[in-house]
C-alpha cells in the first residue's frame, strides 16, 4: 500500500513587515504571485500525494485566478506531457480551509479539513517559495521511521542567549543550533492530536473570539509544529538538512535574493512560463 502525503500549505498571513499593501504571497516574482513558487513544487513533488490550501476565506477566488489557473495553464504547456502532468496537479489539488488568527488555528484547519487517507502530513508555509525535491524526499523517508520531522539547517551566525537587560547570558555552542524552516513533517493522527489537545487546553482558559491568540499558546512557547508536537504528546523531533535558499520572505530586502532564485528556475521551468521581465 503507498504512503499518502498531504501537504497544508499556508497561506492566509498578511506580512506587515513587508511594508506593502498587497500580502506578500501575491508579490510578484519574475511574473507570477509568490506563492505560485511553492505550490507548483509541491504539486509536482513525487512524494506529495494531496493538497489544501489554507487561506482567508475572501482570498479564496484571488488564489484561484492569480495563482493555480496559471499554474495549471503552464503545466498544460509542457510539450506532450503537459495535459498529463495538468490532471495530476488537478487530482492532487484538494480544496481550501479557513485561515485562522493566528498559526495554530490554521494549521489546525487545514489538518481538520483532510478528508481523505492520509498517512503524513507537510505543513509548509507559503511564504517560503523555495522548497526543493530533495528535501521533500528526504523528510518523507524520515518521518516514516521518526513520526516527526522538520526541516532545518546550521547557523551560520555565533547566537548570543541575552537576559532580561540586555546583557548576554548564554553562547550556546554553534555546532548544536540550527535555524528551523519549513515543511515540518509529523504523522497526520499524532499532528492533528496535538494541536485539538492545544486547542482543548487553549479553551480552557474561557471564552475567546479565536483559541489560537490564547495567551497559553503563547506561555508553552508554541510557535511551531514541532513545539505543538513536543508540548502536547511529548514527541521528539528529528532535524532533516534543508537548503538555505528554503528561506522565509519577512522584509522588502528578502525579495532581491528571492529574485535571483526565480530566475535561475527557468533552467528547471521554461523562462517563457515564468513570463521573466527584467527592466
Known amino acids: 500500500m503507498s504512503i499518502r502525503n498531504t501537504a497544508v500549505l499556508l497561506a492566509g498571513g498578511r506580512g506587515r513587515r513587508m511594508e506593502s499593501d498587497v500580502p506578500k504571497q501575491y508579490l510578484d516574482l519574475c511574473g507570477r504571485p509568490l506563492l505560485y513558487y511553492s505550490l507548483r513544487t509541491l504539486l509536482e513533488s513525487s512524494v506529495i500525494t494531496d493538497l489544501v490550501i489554507v487561506c482567508a476565506d475572501e482570498d479564496r477566488e484571488r488564489i484561484q485566478q492569480e495563482v493555480i489557473s496559471p499554474l495549471l495553464a503552464d503545466a498544460a504547456k509542457s510539450g506532450r506531457t503537459g495535459e498529463k502532468r495538468q490532471q495530476e496537479m488537478q487530482q492532487k489539488l484538494r480544496g481550501f480551509a479557513g485561515a485562522g488568527a493566528e498559526r495554530s488555528g490554521s494549521v489546525l484547519s ?5 478528508a481523505w487517507p492520509c498517512d503524513y502530513v507537510f505543513i509548509h508555509d507559503g511564504a517560503r517559495p523555495f522548497p526543493d525535491e530533495e528535501t521533500l524526499i528526504r523528510l518523507s523517508e524520515a518521518v516514516q521511521q521518526e513520526g516527526a520531522v522538520i526541516a532545518a539547517v546550521p547557523s551560520k551566525d555565533t547566537i548570543k542567549i541575552a537576559d532580561e537587560n540586555g546583557y548576554v547570558a548564554s553562547t550556546p555552542d554553534r555546532r ?46 508554541i510557535t ?52 521573466i521581465s527584467v527592466e
Open 110 to 114: 487545514g489538518l481538520e479539513a483532510v
Open 176 to 221: 548544536y543550533v540550527y535555524n528551523i524552516q519549513t515543511p515540518q513533517v509529523f504523522s497526520y493522527e499524532l499532528i492533528l492530536k496535538a494541536y485539538q489537545l492545544l486547542r482543548e487546553k487553549a479553551l480552557q482558559e474561557g471564552p475567546a473570539s479565536d483559541w489560537s491568540a490564547a495567551s497559553l499558546i503563547r506561555e508553552l512557547g
Open 224 to 275: 511551531d509544529d514541532a513545539a505543538a508536537a513536543e508540548k502536547m504528546c511529548d514527541q521528539r523531533v528529528k532535524l532533516v538538512e534543508s537548503s538555505y535558499r528554503n528561506f522565509k520572505i519577512t522584509t522588502p530586502e528578502d525579495m532581491d535574493q528571492a529574485w535571483a532564485i526565480a530566475m535561475e528556475l527557468q533552467e528547471k521551468w521554461d523562462a517563457s512560463l515564468l513570463q
